[in-house]
């Protein structure tokens, strides 16, 4: 029996329980499951099983020279200055300062200005990020799109690299396998 390579694609986190039910269906039958989510944060409630390799889009996405750049000089910058300046009588209010910065600016920049315009600016980035972490040299047997912001990035990932997937078919999973019965006939065929 081969050994089967599922990539689980589940950016949108709305699927959550039945792709840990999946991918552990995978891992049970001897295979290799990997999942693509979105932010690792909204799985920390659906426990993924041991063995499931995990590939957070966010992290892949502050390896680019933009997003870089702006964690350092919005966030580690002033962070650096705090902890050089807060030290002795100082501490108090240079961390009340920072606290408010971060509040009050920073993250209003962040999530207000740049996100908005870099994800209109770089909308292949993300594509060719995963395509670069993930896929590249990685065979699988096959691709699960499990909801609805998953189909957006793996066309995408598609436009930006029509061979991304190889041979794989593409299985769509948008409706509730729990409650269509259908989690047996999960993508471990």
Same mark, same amino acid.
């Given at each position: 029996?081969?050994?089967?390579?599922?990539?689980?694609?589940?950016?949108?986190?709305?699927?959550?329980?039945?792709?840990?039910?999946?991918?552990?269906?995978?891992?049970?039958?001897?295979?290799?499951?990997?999942?693509?989510?979105?932010?690792?944060?909204?799985?920390?409630?659906?426990?993924?099983?041991?063995?499931?390799?995990?590939?957070?889009?966010?992290?892949?996405?502050?390896?680019?020279?933009?997003?870089?750049?702006?964690?350092? !000089?919005?966030? =580690? %910058?002033?962070?650096? $200055? #705090?902890?050089?300046?807060? @030290?002795?009588?100082?501490?108090?209010?240079?961390? &009340?300062?920072?606290?408010?910065?971060?509040?009050?600016?920073?993250?209003?920049?962040?999530?207000?200005?740049?996100?908005?315009?870099?994800?209109?600016?770089?909308?292949?980035?993300?594509?060719?990020?995963?395509?670069?972490?993930? !896929?590249?040299? =990685? %065979?699988?047997?096959? $691709? #699960?799109?499990?909801?609805? @912001?998953?189909?957006?990035?793996?066309?995408?990932? &598609?436009?930006?690299?029509?061979?991304?997937?190889?041979?794989?078919?593409?299985?769509?999973?948008?409706?509730?396998?729990?409650?269509?019965?259908?989690?047996?006939?999960?993508?471990?065929?």
């Amino acid at each position: 029996m081969t050994r089967r390579s599922v990539l689980f694609v589940a950016t949108g986190g709305s699927r959550r329980r039945a792709v840990s039910i999946e991918s552990a269906e995978v891992l049970a039958a001897g295979g290799r499951a990997t999942v693509i989510v979105d932010h690792l944060g909204a799985w920390k409630s659906s426990a993924l099983p041991d063995g499931v390799e995990i590939v957070e889009t966010t992290a892949l996405e502050l390896r680019h020279w933009a997003r870089a750049w702006e964690q350092l !000089l919005v966030f =580690a %910058a002033p962070a650096f $200055v #705090v902890r050089v300046l807060g @030290r002795g009588a100082l501490m108090r209010p240079v961390t &009340r300062l920072h606290r408010a910065y971060l509040r009050l600016f920073a993250t209003r920049l962040h999530r207000g200005l740049f996100m908005p315009v870099y994800r209109a600016l770089t909308r292949r980035v993300r594509a060719r990020l995963i395509s670069r972490a993930v !896929l590249r040299g =990685a %065979a699988y047997d096959a $691709v #699960v799109v499990s909801d609805p @912001r998953s189909v957006i990035d793996v066309a995408a990932i &598609r436009r930006a690299d029509p061979y991304a997937f190889g041979a794989a078919p593409l299985t769509f999973r948008l409706t509730d396998a729990e409650a269509a019965g259908a989690v047996g006939a999960g993508a471990a065929r």
